[in-house]
């Protein structure tokens, strides 16, 4: 007899641009970083950073892989030093780099999400790009953590976004904040001035007069994202 599908959680998968972008998702830049979960089987495997949860859902950022090595050093571009780079190794090297473990796993047992639904997840629209920058570098300055904000292509414009930005408006539904910016390439980071407070794109960080953002670069736009006309 089959098994049968799990009536608990369901992942929704959303699939980012590169695997550079997923393991830029889990680094901390302190030598923390999350796990990543391997799934599938031969050309259809996926490597996957659990994320957001609403109501039953977890988000599942994901690409595909034919790696098969159970370790990820990621390096981020450090001012001055080198460029941002992965590698996968089959074990650890006394070298400079972030160390990302990839767990394999079986999802056939868990349900594919289609969508969340409307009383799980609202939009709010910042009008300013700004605001949505500074409202990412107070939650992470809240949960002393590397802020981050995800970026997508909608309607051939790029969207600039983040989940549960202002503290005091969070409930038991999710919120995604926000804002169109004037920018049609992507980028790896956000430098913060706030000496000019202002704030620019760019692929290198540690230059100590600015305060960084990530950006996670997605290949499409969350399932349920809407925007007016």
């Given at each position: ?8 959680k ?35 495997r ?41 590698e ?20 056939k ?21 700004d ?22 292509e ?9 989940f ?66």
């Amino acid at each position: 007899m089959a098994p049968k599908t799990a009536q608990g959680k369901s992942i929704l998968y959303v699939k980012v641009s590169s695997t550079t972008d997923l393991c830029r998702y889990c680094c901390g830049y302190d030598f923390n970083t999350d796990m990543l979960l391997r799934a599938g089987e031969g050309s259809s495997r996926r490597l996957v950073a659990l994320g957001e949860q609403a109501g039953n859902v977890t988000i599942g950022y994901y690409v595909e892989t034919k790696e098969e090595k159970p370790i990820i050093i990621y390096k981020f571009p450090e001012f001055g030093k080198w460029g941002e780079s992965i590698e996968f190794v089959e074990s650890v090297d006394p070298q400079p780099g972030n160390y990302i473990s990839v767990i394999d796993i079986s999802f056939k047992d868990i349900r594919k999400a289609k969508r969340l639904n409307a009383k799980d997840v609202m939009q709010v629209e910042m009008r300013k790009p700004d605001s949505i920058v500074n409202a990412a570098i107070r939650k992470g300055m809240r949960n002393e953590s590397l802020p981050y904000l995800y970026s997508f292509e909608f309607r051939k414009k790029r969207i600039l976004c983040g989940f549960d930005l202002i503290e005091g408006l969070n409930d038991d539904k999710r919120i995604l904040y926000y804002a169109v910016i004037d920018k049609k390439e992507s980028s790896g980071f956000i430098r913060w001035s706030y000496t000019a407070n202002r704030f620019d794109f760019t692929d290198v960080i540690g230059e100590y007069s600015y305060i960084y953002v990530k950006i996670i670069n997605l290949a499409e736009p969350f399932s349920f994202f809407k925007m007016p006309d």
